[in-house]
């Protein structure tokens, strides 16, 4: 169940994983692979079953593995002798150093590392240093100080041994702290982490004065999009206000970002399942050409025919259990990989059926309701199952990569119609409203009713959270 949640990004570092600890293994990848090279005598991995090739599928059978003399006496000038069976075990089972891929070391300051080097370069002394320092600890992962500073004083005397005031940790967190870049950083508020963002800009143009205004006089007014009232108290017009609203929206409410560049694109998605449409007809593959195919490495089972009667019972014993013990493992997690691919394929493929028209058109009007209980009845799997399936994986379609999640949804009324479908024309409704007079949940209560959608005005309010649309006085504009 571990393999089957994971998504094919990850596998491969199992598949290696696995590999690399277990010598009767051998990774490869299939002729036509730009990446590898197949060897000409690569045995399948699997049969025309699809079950996963073993060994008693091969030319030899178990029992000739472990039982048979490979070589008569006038096979062989010389048998090995016991140590040198002996070294021949070692060196199978020692790690192979073609496996081993060269490391790169990537380097990348922290947000914290990055402040600590801006300290670094400002002009205070040791004693602000200290504080400041602990100030930017103190910092949430957004950028705010949202500490009581009575209790930054208390704690730095009994931490650091720093007696100090309130008014001095204010002094270091205004000068030093809020300097820092990005700007809007140690800010106490949503109101000054603005302020601190706009006072930063040069030249200081009408728009900005006024923006600046906006937020220092009237943002109660500005939070509740009362902006009647700014109008009133600025005594500005309708155009002027516009523009220094446009430049307050493109002010960062979060300004620190935790995440490192290598961090954003450490989330690569490479879709698990690809869905192409050809003259209406739907068509289901694996991507699973870019993973590394496992079987039973040859070489392996080779080493062993080596094994003359000249050798003792005792060492024959020992390397016949060393051998049966990493080829059952191998085995095992070769059938493991193929189960796998068999409960992924046969989901997906419930799923298509379900949702056949939606695949051909990629409108969310077709998603029809589907729950996991749907697909685990019918794949005759748990619906623990499918969950895993459907949280991690993407499909790839000709309209873009879609997350599995996405296509399931409850019925509204107990009717064929999808809580997406409805979520859809909800948002549809709200786009194209007029944002001087937005729609209340009643009155999209109403529009829906008169598309043939009859629900409540509470499930309404539910699904315009659900898709983090705010309410109508709240999507105000002018």
């Given at each position: 169940m571990q393999l089957v949640e994971l998504p094919y990004t990850s596998l491969e570092q199992e598949i290696q994983k696995e590999v690399d600890e277990n010598p009767a293994l051998e990774a490869y990848h299939e002729e036509g692979d730009d990446h590898v090279e197949t060897p000409d005598d690569a045995l399948p991995e699997y049969d025309e079953n699809?079950?996963?090739?073993?060994?008693?599928?091969?030319?030899?059978?178990?029992?000739?593995?472990?039982?048979?003399?490979?070589?008569?006496?006038?096979?062989?000038?010389?048998?090995?002798?016991?140590?040198?069976?002996?070294?021949?075990?070692?060196?199978?089972?020692?790690?192979?150093?073609?496996?081993?891929?060269?490391?790169?070391?990537?380097?990348?300051?922290?947000?914290?590392?990055?402040?600590?080097?801006?300290?670094?370069?400002?002009?205070?002394?040791?004693?602000?240093?200290?504080?400041?320092?602990?100030?930017?600890?103190?910092?949430?992962?957004?950028?705010?100080?949202?500490?009581?500073?009575?209790?930054?004083?208390?704690?730095?005397?009994?931490?650091?041994n720093i007696y100090t005031t309130m008014d001095e940790v204010e002094e270091v967190l205004t000068r030093f702290v809020q300097e820092l870049d990005p700007p809007g950083v140690g800010a106490r508020n949503l109101r000054e982490c603005l302020l601190l963002q706009l006072r930063r800009i040069t030249p200081k143009n009408e728009e900005i004065l006024l923006a600046t205004d906006v937020l220092e006089k009237c943002f109660d007014q500005f939070a509740k999009k009362h902006y009647d009232k700014i109008r009133q108290i600025l005594s500005v017009s309708d155009e002027q206000l516009k523009?220094?609203?446009?430049?307050?929206?493109?002010?960062?409410?979060?300004?620190?970002?935790?995440?490192?560049?290598?961090?954003?694109?450490?989330?690569?998605?490479?879709?698990?399942?690809?869905?192409?449409?050809?003259?209406?007809?739907?068509?289901?593959?694996?991507?699973?050409?870019?993973?590394?195919?496992?079987?039973?490495?040859?070489?392996?089972?080779?080493?062993?025919?080596?094994?003359?009667?000249?050798?003792?019972?005792?060492?024959?014993?020992?390397?016949?259990?060393?051998m049966k013990e990493y080829v059952d493992r191998g085995e095992q997690f070769i059938g493991i990989l193929s189960t796998r691919e068999m409960i992924l394929y046969n989901t997906m493929y419930a799923i298509m059926q379900h949702q056949q028209a939606y695949f051909l058109s990629g409108d969310d009007a077709d998603l029809k309701p589907m729950i996991l209980k749907t697909i685990a009845q019918e794949v005759k799997l748990d619906v623990s199952t499918i969950s895993r399936v459907s949280n991690s994986k993407y499909v790839q379609t000709d309209f873009g990569v879609i997350p599995l999640k996405h296509l399931f949804s409850e019925a509204v009324n107990d009717e064929d119609v999808s809580s997406k479908e409805i979520k859809r024309i909800l948002?549809?409704?709200?786009?194209?409203?007029?944002?001087?007079?937005?729609?209340?949940?009643?009155?999209?209560?109403?529009?829906?009713?008169?598309?043939?959608?009859?629900?409540?005005?509470?499930?309404?309010?539910?699904?315009?959270?659900?898709?983090?649309?705010?309410?109508?006085?709240?999507?105000?504009?002018?």
């Open positions: 699809g079950d996963p090739l073993d060994l008693s599928q091969s030319s030899m059978t178990e029992e000739d593995i472990f039982k048979e003399d490979y070589y008569r006496d006038d096979d062989l000038e010389d048998y090995p002798s016991e140590q040198e069976i002996e070294n021949r075990i070692q060196r199978i089972n020692a790690p192979d150093p073609s496996r081993q891929n060269d490391r790169v070391g990537v380097f990348y300051h922290s947000i914290q590392e990055q402040w600590q080097m801006q300290l670094g370069e400002m002009m205070m002394t040791d004693r602000q240093s200290a504080i400041a320092e602990y100030l930017t600890g103190c910092l949430d992962d957004d950028g705010y100080f949202t500490m009581d500073p009575q209790a930054v004083v208390n704690e730095l005397l009994y931490l650091n523009q220094a609203l446009a430049v307050i929206r493109k002010l960062d409410p979060r300004p620190a970002d935790s995440g490192t560049p290598i961090e954003k694109t450490a989330d690569v998605i490479r879709p698990d399942f690809t869905i192409t449409a050809t003259n209406g007809k739907l068509n289901l593959s694996l991507n699973n050409q870019y993973v590394s195919k496992v079987r039973i490495n040859k070489e392996f089972s080779d080493e062993y025919r080596f094994l003359s009667k000249e050798a003792s019972e005792k060492k024959r014993a020992e390397a016949e259990k060393f948002s549809d409704l709200i786009e194209a409203e007029d944002k001087n007079t937005p729609l209340a949940d009643e009155k999209l209560c109403e529009l829906l009713k008169e598309k043939g959608y009859n629900i409540a005005r509470r499930t309404v309010a539910k699904y315009r959270e659900q898709l983090n649309i705010p309410v109508a006085r709240l999507r105000k504009e002018i």
